[in-house]
């Protein structure tokens, strides 16, 4: 009986895994190309599995207006026919928006993407709050995931999005085989 009970919890576990560890096993890197409102690519996001369980999360970018802009991983992974596909912050632990809400942050907040004078921007982070293997926090879980990029720094405390404004830029996060 206890055999069964075994094999039973197995198939379930099983069966909630996403299509993308179905297919082919552990996720150990994910990339998206990021695109601005007229489709073309304006840089690459790369997320990366540690061995302490924690992602790293490294995005190039150009041709953005400098300054601070905020950057979330978002619920689906889709990006057209507009960036309202890729829906709201990814969140499935229910927390409130922002690295700085004592109730939060999203699984999906990041910290600004700093954009130089000349367009260009880059950001590199460790997060535990994502991951590329299966669970409650997997990028890869039904709905997919994306990278959305904001026109305005994000204020790391209010919801739902940190008054960070409009998306312009979005990518599709897709693991890497």
């Given at each position: 009986m206890k055999k069964l009970i075994m094999i039973v919890a197995l198939l379930i576990a099983l069966s909630l895994v996403s299509p993308a560890f179905a297919q082919g096993g552990t996720v150990k890197s994910a990339t998206a190309a990021l695109k601005d409102a007229g489709g073309k690519q304006i840089g690459t996001a790369t997320f990366t599995q540690g061995t302490d369980g924690k992602v790293q999360v490294n995005v190039q970018v150009k041709g953005l207006s400098p300054g601070l802009h905020g950057i979330h991983i978002h619920q689906y992974g889709a990006c057209s026919p507009t960036f309202a596909a890729a829906g709201e912050h990814?969140?499935?632990?229910?927390?409130?928006?922002?690295?700085?809400?004592?109730?939060g942050p999203h699984a999906g907040d990041l910290p600004n993407l700093n954009v130089n004078k000349d367009g260009t921007g880059a950001l590199t982070v460790m997060t535990g709050r994502v991951t590329l293997t299966p669970g409650q926090t997997s990028l890869f879980n039904g709905n997919g995931t994306s990278l959305v990029i904001h026109a305005k720094p994000d204020d790391q405390v209010s919801d739902p999005a940190g008054n960070s404004g409009d998306r312009v830029a979005c990518g599709v996060i897709t693991a890497d085989r």
């Open positions: 990814y969140n499935p632990t229910g927390k409130h928006h922002g690295l700085d809400n004592p109730n």
